[in-house]
């Protein structure tokens, strides 16, 4: 079983940065494609960028590129998502996921394990 923790997350002024963190349990973290998700309240949980476990291969919401990214430090069991140039439309709580040798989906379905989320706040 892997437990994923995020933090970072908080209130940020639009056209700030913030970067979140997600940390994985257990010794097999290498082996996860890890992605980035998020949920605004009212909306369903939509793909943010995805990072695989082979290659560190990225891909990325067209809602997001060139603003966001995604990035692993395998000694750390972590998972970072730096933001840049928040938008209030980035306000959502961010959830970080694990797909077991996966191929870098942008499908929610694809994730086995899901962290309980952190929020990020963009104020206009």
């Known amino acids: 079983q892997v437990q994923l923790v995020e933090s970072g997350g908080g209130l940020v002024q639009a056209g700030g940065s913030l970067r979140i963190s997600c940390v994985a349990s257990?010794?097999?973290?290498?082996?996860?494609?890890m992605a980035w998700f998020r949920q605004a309240p009212g909306k369903e949980r939509e793909f943010v960028a995805t990072?695989?476990?082979?290659?560190?291969?990225?891909d990325y919401a067209d809602s997001v590129k060139g603003r966001f990214t995604i990035a692993r430090d395998n000694a750390k069991n972590t998972v970072y998502l730096q933001m840049n140039s928040l938008k209030p439309e980035d306000t959502a709580v961010y959830y970080c996921?694990?797909?077991?040798?996966?191929?870098?989906?942008?499908?929610?379905?694809?994730?086995?394990?899901w962290g309980q989320g952190t929020q990020v706040t963009v104020s206009s």
């Open positions: 257990g010794r097999t973290f290498s082996s996860y494609t």
């Open positions: 990072i695989t476990w082979n290659d560190g291969n990225t």
């Open positions: 996921a694990a797909d077991p040798l996966g191929g870098g989906s942008s499908w929610s379905d694809e994730y086995d394990y």
